[in-house]
DNA sequence: AATGAATGAGAATTCATTCAT
DNA sequence: AATGAATGAATTCTCATTCAT
């Protein structure tokens, strides 16, 4: 049942957003009674903390393992750090959403837990970076820190607009993402002969 | 007076959001009654789809501007237009924060209407890019929507972090962000020799 | 209209209690909505303090009289306290009632503060007993404070039981109550012949 | 385990009062569930009913043996009830408080027993008072009934104030009392001369 | 004896909005 | 232009109690 809940206020909470939600709405669905939503959880804050907390967990427990994996490359991992977070997007939209915009209803407490993490994932992002620059895979001439806010703008931006309609699928977005920072769109006139 | 509750909306829907914003907190800090608020504004929504509207037609206005230059080649357009969403951040970044929150508060009439406008912004910048891959100032290996999104998440996502501390200027900014798309961070072996 | 609420506020307290009493129950009887109670009170705690602090604060500006009175020996001055306590609770026996049995319900900065009047009317009360002892109006065989105890408990405690109902009034259960502590019960033996 | 309900209860009830104790705070502390509570008992207000009725019936069978005594008398009668009122508070002062407090939470039934039981009580002080202006150990100038309230008062008021704390017993307080309503606090001038 | 899931009838409080003046 | 009283619908949360196991 608490399973139940929790699945019901993430479609309630994307769809209609979370002050907008009522729990008579989440109750309503489930054909239980408010009571039993309080059974389970100790008010509405509280699911949306373990939604946040679930989803900026998930990314950091994946986002380790590519940091740990000695057989790739930084560049590789550039690439698999990308895809991390717009697979999580694509398998997990409903949350994605939420999380990005539901953060001022936490108790401020949970604000900064939230924040902290979010702050670890972007600082393991930056280390890729780093150690790219350092193996010269990847360039100088752009900081690190803003880089990593680009890079974490494109991809958390797509919540907004990516939905797997067949057209586009996660892995090729990643790809193409990945393209973009590596290589830019500049067209590199062929140098010619002589 | 009309003004002055616009410009107190703005603060408080920034820092406590909309749904959060009493009238009572906007007229309490103007000192005026509730009767005044409604005497300028039939619904605390209008306020919201004031800003929202202000500020979106505020961009594509500029936006036209950069378009109709004939002066400038389209790297310089795309630069430009990076730079116009990012300084619009920074000296309207509260209106920023809030457009980018609070969409679902307004009418469903008043959101086709924003996101029609938006669409309108996006379109635009995809004609710069597009403009550019016909005259060879850019390459075609990543398609045009694609990089029109990612764009956008990278500048927009910069409300969420970008303050004008004194360290980074909007301008740095959006030629930090220029320079990874067009030219991307992988290290070009220097080819040697002949 | 706030002068109706808490009227009605007090009715309903004394009669069925503070916590039993709801908002709906006082709005009802006078035939208005919630909304305007709870424009008048910010919640029903307010109101409950506000009955606490008329009432105490009443007493301690007619015992400052009684003090102040340079015409009244030590003996009419107990008496005169004696029957204010008793005649506030003739005239004001529901809010006597409220107050002796709601206090718990109080935020704890206004129990605090309540007590501290409190205090200051037992102590009011020790001082016409002190300046007795010395102009030996009043013997020095029991303790000030036990005494000014033992009295408040005997008046303050019959505003459970006390009515006005024709048989006994408030002056002359003052005279008793004054008489008793006065002169005790004891049959004094007729000390006869030589 | 029923009593270790029972007791519970009693603190909870003279720390938050009745109707803030919920059973779930009274399980939780005994490490049961409210399954249980209810196996014991058939709801909260049957504890309350008991604390009260295990409170006044053991006041009333402790005054029956003051009644019986063949060897006190009426003096020494007065003294031992006022003696026995009191130390129940010492001992007691938690059931004391809340059958002070909280009678309005049991039903309607329980009330009229609980309030009989009481009168019973009272007017067994009176059979002293009366029994002792008969044989003029007493003065008849005080109605019995009043004189019998305001004992009530004085005593059962030190729920409200009294705690043994090595500077007061309840021996003396009881002492106290007596004297004050035996002798009065009058300072009887010495008849000088012959 | 004891559990734990579920109920359901309130309760206080919030707040955008209306409207006569 | 502006006020202030009043509304009323909605919302979160509480908790004694029930009951199958």
């Known amino acids: ?93 409903k949350e994605a959403r939420i999380v990005h915009r539901e953060l001022r209803h936490l108790h401020e407490d949970h604000v900064k837990q939230i924040k902290l993490k979010r702050k670890e994932y972007r600082l393991n992002f930056e280390k890729i970076i780093d150690a790219g620059k350092k193996t010269k895979e990847f360039s100088n001439h752009i900081r690190t820190d803003i880089l990593a806010f680009g890079f974490l703008g494109m991809t958390n931006y797509s919540y907004y607009w990516f939905r797997t309609d067949g057209e586009l699928t996660d892995k090729e977005l990643a790809r193409f993402y990945t393209e973009i920072i590596l290589k830019g769109i500049e067209e590199v006139p062929v140098k010619e002969g002589i």
Do not use: A, C, P
Request: hydrophobic share 30%.
């Open 1 to 93: 049942m608490k399973n139940q809940i929790l699945k019901k206020s993430i479609d309630l909470f994307d769809d209609k957003g979370f002050k907008e939600t009522t729990i008579q709405d989440i109750v309503d669905q489930l054909d239980v009674t408010k009571g039993t939503f309080y059974y389970y959880f100790n008010s509405k804050q509280e699911v949306l903390r373990d939604i946040h907390l679930e989803y900026i967990e998930g990314l950091l427990q994946e986002q380790e393992e590519i940091l740990q994996n000695q057989t790739l490359s930084n560049k590789e991992k550039l690439y698999e750090n990308i895809y991390l977070t717009l697979s999580k997007i694509d398998t997990q939209g």
